[in-house]
Nanobody, 114 residues
Framework: QVQLVESGGGLVQAGGSLRLSCTAS????????MGWYRQAPGKQRELVAI???????SYGDSVKGRFTISRDNAKNTMYLQMNSLKPEDTAVYYCNAAIEKNYWGKGTLVTVSS
């Protein structure tokens, strides 16, 4: 079992950057897969990026080349560096940990103004 808390969301102009953090209530060293998802108003939740304990990662097509996912096991924290933000990136961003089941944070709102 794990609790996840996201932070770092806010309002930013198009072309700007934000870094999201997801802090876990326990060690993430043994968590094989952690990821970021987002949900925009009226849309389904979609995968943004996922990172594996071995260091591999994968990104949604819409964020490739702009977003970077990373994890710091010593700090029990996962990050999402978001650059060149676009208005269509506006959404609530959720942290996910896949253990015996999927665990979710409560989300952090990112708003990108044009």
């Amino acid at each position: 079992q794990v609790q996840l808390v996201e932070s770092g969301g806010g309002l930013v102009q198009a072309g700007g950057s934000l870094r999201l953090s997801c802090t876990a209530s326990r060690s993430i060293f043994t968590i094989n897969a952690m990821g970021w998802y987002r949900q925009a108003p009226g849309k389904q939740r979609e995968l943004v990026a996922i990172i594996f304990s071995g260091g591999g990662s994968s990104y949604g097509d819409s964020v490739k080349g702009r977003f970077t996912i990373s994890r710091d096991n010593a700090k029990n924290t996962m990050y999402l560096q978001m650059n060149s933000l676009k208005p269509e990136d506006t959404a609530v961003y959720y942290c996910n940990a896949a253990i015996e089941k999927n665990y979710w944070g409560k989300g952090t709102l990112v708003t990108v103004s044009s």
